[in-house]
């Protein structure tokens, strides 16, 4: 097994200090993160949460920034620049986009039908 000396602050020493020998397995796990931030989850978890129309899943759209990293994304997919973990990043947003078209193309029927009187 490998040795690492760290340096941290004072407070986090302290913080270390009550998990003792857990924390291989907290490094471990804090590595493993999401290809996306939570938050872009949640703000498609919270749209879907709050039932929207079908005129308001239409409608639905990345935020500005979402789209921002996609470009960038993008841009560097195709300069050759991705790196692993931005690749996995981007087929994340491809994922979630694929999910959004079947789910808006679900709901396109009911856009274009008017209601019985």
């Known amino acids: 097994m490998a040795r690492i000396t760290l340096e941290v602050p004072d407070e986090l020493s302290k913080q270390l200090e009550h998990i003792g020998d857990?924390?291989?397995?907290?490094l471990a796990l804090s590595l493993q993160q999401p290809a996306l931030p939570a938050h872009?989850?949640?703000?498609?978890?919270n749209f879907l949460a709050s039932k929207p129309t079908p005129e308001e899943i239409a409608a639905f759209s990345?935020?500005?920034e979402m789209q921002e990293r996609l470009?960038?994304?993008l841009a560097r997919e195709q300069a050759g620049e991705l790196s692993s973990t931005e690749r996995l990043e981007l087929d994340e947003y491809e994922q979630i986009e694929h999910l959004v078209i079947m789910l808006k193309a679900g709901n396109l029927p009911y856009l274009s039908s008017t209601p019985n009187s």
């Open 62 to 64: 990345p935020t500005p």
């Open 22 to 26: 857990r924390l291989p397995e907290l």
């Open 40 to 45: 872009i989850y949640r703000y498609i978890l």
């Open 71 to 73: 470009r960038i994304l």
